[in-house]
């Protein structure tokens, strides 16, 4: 081969290269999301069926527990509410009023069927995404980030 060839060789593979990362990163385009907030949600009129992760605070009051591990709450960011469906066991820090990020689809009702169910955990940490959604929306609290105050860490004893 000569100079060139290898040189039109070499371009050519980088194009190649570069059209099959296009091509992948605009399939995952609406993947590479953390998770949609009902807002979100409700303005990109997702079609039922459609996987996606949800993500928001747990409304206050909308926690209902049914039979055999099913539970109904409502995930809120503020600006809207959707209703999310589950049945299973539930995080040991899942609460009212906390951050949540749930995996599943819409149904044809519009009630979100989650599949699982990810809760805070611990009284400090808000995922990074959630914290975003919320300081962009103005429902954030400067309290979210704060450290656990020096009269509620543990004491311990005195080394002799």
Excluded at 37 to 59: D, I, S, Y
Excluded at 131 to 152: R, T, V
């Amino acid at each position: 081969m000569t100079r060139k060839q290898r040189r039109l060789t070499l371009i050519g593979c980088a194009l190649v290269v570069l059209a099959i990362a296009a091509l992948v990163l605009n399939a995952l385009r609406d993947s590479i999301v953390f998770f949609s907030t009902p807002t979100m949600v409700a303005e990109k009129h997702v079609e039922p069926g459609k996987r996606f992760r949800l993500g928001g605070l747990v409304q206050p009051g909308s926690l209902q527990r049914g039979d055999n591990l099913a539970v109904t709450f409502e995930v809120a960011d503020g600006n809207a509410k959707l209703p999310v469906a589950y049945k299973g066991i539930l995080p040991d820090l899942f609460r009212e009023g906390q951050g949540v990020v749930a995996e599943g689809a819409l149904d044809a009702n519009g009630v979100f069927k989650a599949d699982t169910v990810l809760a805070k955990h611990d009284e400090t940490y808000m995922p990074k995404e959630v914290a975003d959604a919320l300081k962009k929306q103005g429902h954030w609290k400067d309290d979210y980030g704060a450290k656990p105050s020096a009269s509620a860490a543990p004491t311990q004893g005195a080394v002799r």
